[in-house]
């Protein structure tokens, strides 16, 4: 048995399915708070995203006492006066105007992907559960999610109430506000700043607020006085008479991990006087003693693990941050951040109601199946990246170059992280995110590679204490248990599977494991080794250096020089060894990229649009065999990560990626790119493919990549308003010509041929058949015919309602145009008049050879005027009119315009007098591929007639050969019919 597996039983924690007990639910109350995150303020540097939403201000319910409404006593109204006399109350006016400003910032995160909300309106919090020491040491009982989610509240108490007399009524003045990462605390801080800033916190007649992480990174001597006004100059008229009157003060310390606090008096010294200079950790302590200022009052914030940092002689109440417990108000949350106006941008207004409400319609209903993305919305900061995905995903009508999911992602975790170490007390300083990288990121990635998003309790403890050797290592994992466990794993929610862990956000597993994998954490044991014999060899050789250099001037050895080079070998020997990693990444993101067993799936933006809204319809049984687990995520994740703004991010959470790592992983991994996308992929996959490279943000890169694609079909891909974007901009990396791009079935509209305007224009080949274009588009497609730089060639518009105000638009188009050769409106409602439109432009073109007018509903009188104009034309030779309502006396009639006489043949039926049309497998063939997609009663009908006109035919004519033709070609209706009215076509 190794080491690591005999410690697991000296570990407090136990089992690691008591990880499920600390994520006890409760209910949540509702008042005033802030939106996710502030940047640039002294007192938050890392910014915390969290639960922000908008509510009228009679909604708010506060719970636990009046604490908002309670009268000022009449020492407090002194102390007031006192500081008027001596002009101090304008002082704090300045204070909380600057606070104000300070505070309500908004991160560039919460402004790029929605509507910015003031600290100053009110919102829903999460629930805070008075607690107690005891309890946060003893055991708790075995939970699993679904039993949080419907476990009654217990204990609630009001952010506003936190400093009311306890429950044997003792005044409290200390108070311990904790939470795991993700549950809001530095948010709800800073909203109870602002509330005070507006007079919503008449308890205190001052409020100071400090960062602990900046207290952190100053050991200077520095009295408090000084302390304050460093950081708040406005309080320069204030400050003394701070400990000289009854003044209600309330310091504010935030995130008290970062600091390491000896309480013991021969650790920390007695400090009693404000004026008097001493460490700032000295200050901190003796203000928590009340040794220090005994009247002030103090909330500090901290994460689970550091709590018992603070001797519970000192602390008035424990207070914990539970998140949101009650899929009621996660709905509220979404309902109004995702109904606020201007979500869904500029220049749709028109509809974004009814999308918005559809889209909150979705999601509600997702979340009453309390299924995982309940249980990821149980933390605030869950319920912000889920807006954000939507916002992504639904609102952004064109992407910026350096707006990606990967970068959302990225983001997220700054929002989370920013500046934060695992555990201050330890030497090795470690930051949270790199041990998350190190070890989330190792079970992730093995998850990937054998396909599962489930892991036992097995599988915990082989990722995380397998390799566990000293203290200081098992105190870092006792850290990461209590603090960050839950914000990235919980427990499952599938029946039968509730002792097992998933990831909270199941796109999380994916990006973790890309993250493990693009810093190099997976290596073979020869990489490892030759990594650490490099860095040993190395340092000998630099020792060698001194000495050689030393003994060189006394006795000038000539051995000494040939065996220092010998020794500088080893280190670059082991150097190539450990770096061929490079080689490694960069074909597991190939190979991942085009494995071919994730063919056929959806594309990866409606794979993540599932995962938050659900699919519509039954649940499946949970007795079925659920399909296979799809991560084709994860190479997109890794070629984002590659990019250098989420290098720069990720820089900032301790995760370093040079350049030229990255620079060496893209030129390992282009050949084998550019080829293996030579060879065709569906669809889906090539959206990926385009997906990827938009995520990878290196235009050299994607541009030799895209240089190789002259075919992209994205035939029945619902090309969103951010597909139509991405496209757009992977496409724009070059100007080549392309030869063919399908987007049939592709729920296209107006306003997405705007956004592929540019790539449209280099494509000799156009499908946009079934796409519901109306005559709005055909607006557009007028404006690119007539563009000097198009080069559409073929264009087919086939079953999309133009209508007549459609064709007025293409018959301008045709006018105007000098590329188009061949072009298709079959069963596009032209009718009468709009044929009569493109007849009446059709002698100004020269350049078209083939017109497809095919079941339009055009009788005699509109198909031969198009064939007369037709016959006229100077290379315009066929004209197909099948399916239409022609007579036989107007089949007749265009029968007689004949190639030789008239040079244009007119496709009408299946026969060309006594014989049968050359043209004939054409026809059934068009009517065949469109046959599910036309009304059936109609086409029908169209089938009989053909029959009947081809035995009408068959009939009159004595050739065996031919009577031989006319019945395999009946053959092919009469089963075409049967199939129709089977309805197995």
């Known amino acids: 048995m190794s080491r690591a597996m005999q410690c697991q039983g000296c570990l407090s924690w136990g089992s690691w399915t008591q990880l499920s007990r600390s994520l006890a639910g409760e209910c949540v109350w509702m008042c005033c708070c802030s939106p996710p995150g502030a940047a640039g303020s002294c007192f938050l540097r890392k910014i915390l995203c969290t639960n922000s939403i908008s509510l009228p201000r009679g909604y708010v319910q506060n719970q636990g006492g009046s604490g908002e409404h309670s009268v000022q006593p009449s020492s407090s109204r002194r102390a007031l006066a006192q500081l008027r006399n001596v002009d101090s109350s304008g002082a704090i006016k300045k204070h909380q105007k600057s606070l104000s400003a300070w505070f309500s910032h908004q991160p560039n995160e919460e402004r790029q992907f929605g509507p910015s909300f003031s600290l100053d309106a009110v919102h829903v919090d999460p629930v805070i559960r008075e607690s107690s020491l005891e309890e946060i040491l003893k055991p708790s009982p075995e939970l699993t999610i679904q039993n949080q989610l419907q476990q009654s509240c217990r204990q609630v108490i009001s952010l506003h109430n936190l400093f009311d007399a306890d429950a044997c009524g003792r005044q409290v003045q200390n108070v311990v506000l904790y939470g795991t990462v993700g549950t809001g605390k530095s948010t709800l801080i800073k909203k109870m700043v602002v509330d005070w800033c507006h007079g919503r916190l008449p308890r205190f007649e001052l409020v100071i607020p400090f960062s602990c992480e900046d207290l952190s990174h100053s050991h200077a001597p520095i009295s408090l006085r000084r302390l304050i006004t460093k950081k708040y100059q406005h309080l320069r008229d204030v400050v003394p008479l701070l400990g000289t009157s009854n003044l209600k003060v309330l310091f504010i310390l935030n995130g008290l991990e970062r600091l390491n606090l000896d309480f013991r008096l021969a650790g920390t010294e007695l400090c009693c006087d404000p004026n008097e200079p001493v460490p700032p950790s000295t200050i901190v302590v003796n203000l928590i003693r009340k040794y220090l200022l005994p009247e002030a009052s103090i909330i500090v914030t901290t994460r689970p693990s550091a709590v018992r940092r603070v001797p519970g002689k000192y602390v008035g109440r424990y207070a914990e941050i539970c998140g949101f417990s009650d899929t009621n108000l996660q709905k509220l949350y979404f309902q109004m951040r995702l109904s606020q106006p201007g979500c869904s941008g500029e220049g749709r207004r028109d509809r974004s109601s009814a999308e918005q409400e559809n889209l909150v319609e979705m999601l509600s209903r997702n979340l009453e199946r309390h299924n995982q993305i309940t249980?990821?919305?149980?933390?605030?900061?869950?319920?912000?990246?889920?807006?954000?995905?939507?916002?992504?995903?639904?609102?952004?009508?064109?992407?910026?170059?350096?707006?990606?999911?990967?970068?959302?992602?990225?983001?997220?975790?700054?929002?989370?992280?920013?500046?934060?170490?695992?555990?201050?007390?330890?030497?090795?300083?470690?930051?949270?995110?790199?041990?998350?990288?190190?070890?989330?990121?190792?079970?992730?990635?093995?998850?990937?590679m054998s396909r599962k998003t489930c892991f036992s309790e097995e599988d915990l403890q082989q990722c995380f204490e397998v390799e566990m050797k000293t203290e200081s290592e098992l105190n870092l994992l006792e850290v990461f248990r209590s603090d960050v466990f839950r914000f990235f794993l919980s427990p499952c929610v599938q029946p039968g599977k509730e002792h097992t862990f998933v990831f909270t956000i199941p796109a999380m597993q994916e990006y973790l494991a890309a993250l493990y994998v693009v810093l190099g954490e997976k290596k073979t044991l020869a990489q490892r080794v030759g990594k650490e014999l490099s860095e040993i060899f190395g340092k000998v050789s630099e020792d060698?250096?001194?000495?050689?250099?030393?003994?060189?001037?006394?006795?000038?050895?000539?051995?000494?020089?040939?065996?220092?080079?010998?020794?500088?070998?080893?280190p670059r020997y082991f150097s190539r060894l450990s770096g061929k990693d490079k080689d490694a990444i960069a074909h597991t993101m190939a190979e991942e990229l085009f494995k071919e067993e994730d063919y056929y799936n959806d594309d990866v933006l409606d794979q993540i649009n599932s995962s938050i809204l659900g699919v519509e319809g039954p649940m499946p049984h949970p007795d079925e065999t659920p399909d296979d687990e799809v991560f084709?995520?994860?190479?997109?994740?890794?070629?984002?990560?590659?990019?250098?703004?989420?290098?720069?991010?990720?820089?900032?959470?301790g995760c370093s990626i040079k350049n030229l790592a990255a620079f060496e992983i893209a030129k390992a991994m282009k050949k084998t790119v550019i080829r293996k996308s030579r060879k065709g992929l569906p669809p889906s996959e090539l959206m990926d493919y385009l997906f990827f490279l938009h995520e990878f943000q290196n235009e050299r890169f994607t541009a030799e990549a895209i240089r190789s694609l002259r075919t992209v079909n994205l035939s029945s891909v619902k090309m969103t308003p951010l597909k139509c974007s991405v496209l757009a901009s992977v496409m724009s990396t070059t100007s080549h010509e392309v030869e063919e791009l399908n987007l049939t079935s592709c729920h296209l509209d107006a306003t997405s041929l705007r956004t592929l305007f540019p790539v449209l224009l280099r494509c000799k080949s156009l499908h946009l058949q079934l796409n519901s274009l109306s005559s709005d588009a055909c607006q557009e497609i007028r404006d690119l015919l007539l563009h000097d730089k198009c080069v559409v060639s073929n264009l087919r518009l086939g079953n999309n309602p133009l209508g007549e105000e459609g064709a007025q638009f293409l018959a301008e188009a045709l006018a105007g145009n000098r590329s188009l050769t061949s072009l298709s409106l079959l069963h596009t409602a032209l009718g009468d008049r709009g044929a009569e439109l493109i007849a009446q432009h059709l002698p100004q073109n020269q350049h078209l050879q083939e017109l497809n007018l095919g079941y339009n509903a055009l009788t005699d009188t509109a198909a031969l005027r198009v064939v007369e104009v037709a016959k006229k034309h100077e290379k315009l030779d066929k004209v197909h009119l099948y399916l239409n309502d022609i007579s036989e006396d107007g089949k007749r009639a265009l029968h007689s315009l004949r190639m030789d006489r008239d040079g244009v043949r007119a496709l009408v039926f299946l026969t060309a007098g006594t014989d049968v049309s050359d043209y004939w497998s054409h026809i059934l063939n068009v009517v065949q591929r469109n046959l599910p997609f036309w009304d059936r009663d109609r086409v029908r009908q169209h089938l009989a007639l053909l029959l009947q006109d081809l035995e009408s035919s068959r009939r009159q004519t004595a050739n065996p050969w031919r009577k031989a033709k006319f019945l395999r070609v009946e053959s092919e209706v009469k089963k075409m019919l049967a199939k129709q009215q089977e309805g197995t076509l």
Not at 427 to 433: A, D, H, Y
Not at 544 to 570: E, H, M, T, Y
């Open 375 to 448: 249980t990821a919305c149980f933390l605030p900061s869950y319920c912000w990246l889920v807006c954000t995905m939507l916002h992504f995903l639904y609102f952004t009508r064109a992407v910026p170059p350096s707006q990606t999911l990967t970068g959302i992602y990225t983001s997220f975790l700054r929002l989370n992280f920013s500046g934060e170490v695992l555990d201050s007390t330890d030497p090795s300083n470690i930051s949270m995110m790199k041990y998350v990288a190190k070890t989330v990121g190792k079970l992730a990635y093995e998850g990937v």
């Open 632 to 653: 084709e995520l994860f190479p997109i994740f890794m070629g984002g990560i590659l990019s250098r703004r989420n290098r720069a991010i990720l820089e900032q959470l």
């Open 544 to 570: 060698v250096a001194v000495v050689v250099n030393i003994v060189s001037k006394v006795l000038p050895w000539r051995f000494l020089p040939v065996l220092f080079n010998l020794l500088k070998i080893f």
